[in-house]
């Protein structure tokens, strides 16, 4: 019997060859579905709106001056300049014009992104959470690389790509892996998701959330998730965070959204579970990729969080803006 983990799928030869989901709630589908054609009609009309999460101008000064503990700033997206004393790490950096392998066809960006990638006072660590096109975009990949020459912290199988686009500093964890850098422990976690970008790489590829931990700070980057038993398993294996960024878009129809994104009301519930001093919500308000409202996920979410008596902790921030943690 292997004693490989249960999200590894191993070859006939024993070998890693991918990965799996372990973390669907008990009567709920496992796998994704893939979508048919009513859905791309239905998702082609929703990509003609002119709505957008809102925006701010990025006070360059601000993230010129080093915080005290940690500064979030919110590039649209689930595209986070996280910065703490003396590390400025990049989470999920697409701020490319598609979220698609191709230029000319593909989810659009609904507004330019707040800070463009050669833009940042300094970049020491990218990472990212799994290799989806609207996570991982190759053109700003490549200029940081170029340009900031940063360690890559990303899930496992992740790496070949990267060294193949010119990284040179990868690491690769698995699941509760982690690895410290100027005093930031980072931890990969769960996530209810999937990987690919072909079609013939489906799951080849880790997709993960991650724990960032300092003397003074924790906070949670869920990346992109469905709803599942992962969040009380990290709940109980993981410091309570002070700051969880969560994923509430991208979930209609939920008859195929629902094994790969949650909606606003499981976000909701996700944030009772990880118990965070603040959420911050991502994953809205910048492409199209399913078919509710643009404007729906942080009303939603609200909503949702009133209900649940967690509206004190919750702040729909604007893409562009930063938050000061103290």
């Given amino acids: 019997m292997s004693d490989a983990p249960a999200h590894h799928v191993l070859g006939p030869d024993g070998r890693l060859r991918g990965f799996r989901n372990v973390h669907a709630p008990a009567g709920l589908p496992s796998r994704e579905i893939t979508p048919g054609g009513s859905f791309m009609l239905d998702m082609l009309r929703a990509q003609r709106t ?4 809102p925006r701010m101008a990025v006070d360059a000064d601000v993230l010129a001056t080093p915080p005290e503990k940690m500064r979030l700033t919110w590039l649209g997206h ?13 989470l999920d950096p697409m ?33 990212f959470s799994h290799d989806h096109y609207d996570h991982l975009d190759a053109w700003t990949t490549k200029i940081l690389i ?12 992740m790496e070949v790509l990267l060294k193949s686009w010119g990284a040179s500093n990868v690491v690769a964890l698995d699941w509760y892996e982690t690895t410290e850098v100027a005093g930031v422990t980072m931890t990969c976690t769960p996530a209810r998701h999937f990987s690919g970008r072909g079609l013939t790489n489906r799951n080849r590829t880790l997709w993960a959330s ?7 700070i924790v906070l949670y980057f869920g990346g992109d998730s469905a709803f599942g038993t992962h969040y009380a398993e990290m709940a109980a294996r993981m410091p309570r965070p002070d700051v969880a ?20 009301l499981e976000a909701v519930e996700a ?5 965070p001093g603040t959420v911050l919500p991502t994953h809205w308000g ?28 919750v702040k729909v921030w604007k893409v562009g803006e930063s938050v000061l943690v103290r």
């Fill in 50 to 53: 002119k709505m957008h999460a």
């Fill in 78 to 90: 689930t595209a986070v300049y996280a910065q703490f004393p003396g590390l400025n790490v990049l």
């Fill in 95 to 127: 701020l490319g014009e598609r979220a698609s392998p191709f230029s000319f066809i593909g989810p659009k960006r609904l507004m330019p992104p707040a800070v463009a990638p050669v833009g940042f006072p300094g970049v020491d660590a990218v990472v």
């Fill in 146 to 157: 170029r340009e900031y020459d940063p360690l890559f912290v990303v899930p496992l199988g």
């Fill in 210 to 216: 991650w724990y960032f931990q300092t003397k003074d």
């Fill in 245 to 264: 960024l969560l994923p509430i878009g991208a979930y209609e129809p939920r008859s195929i959204m629902a094994p790969v994104h949650m909606d606003p």
């Fill in 271 to 275: 944030a009772k579970i990880l118990d």
């Fill in 286 to 313: 910048t492409f199209v990729l399913t078919t509710e409202p643009v404007d729906e996920p942080p009303r939603a979410f609200l909503a949702a969080a009133r209900m649940a008596g967690l509206a004190d902790r």
